[in-house]
């Protein structure tokens, strides 16, 4: 019998995504993080926050609505487009 992959404590779950305890409590309160509840204790599995990482680059790669109004010349004006064309095009998890 295969034991399952041992749970993560918050913190070792800020140190995997490389942000702040904090963070991640605000993810799993927002709901875009997935966790369980031992007592007051939150846990995490790896594979739970891999999830949460390639639902997040999905979302970073897909074009916002500003990004879609900027290249349809929508009333924001050509100075709303240019500050968004100046956006970088895809943001990467170091």
């Known amino acids: 019998m295969t034991r399952p992959a041992p749970l ?11 942000c702040s305890d904090s963070t991640v409590r605000r ?24 999830d949460y990482i390639e639902c997040e680059s999905t979302a970073l790669n897909a074009p916002s609505s500003m990004e879609s109004e ?3 010349g929508s009333s924001r004006g050509p100075r709303m487009a240019a500050v968004i064309a100046a956006l970088p095009a895809k943001r990467m998890k170091g």
């Open 70 to 72: 900027a290249a349809s």
């Open 8 to 18: 993560l404590t918050v913190q070792q779950a800020a140190e995997y995504l490389a």
């Open 27 to 50: 993810r799993v309160d927002e709901g875009k993080l997935r966790s369980v509840k031992l007592g007051k204790l939150l846990r995490f599995r790896v594979e739970w926050l891999e």
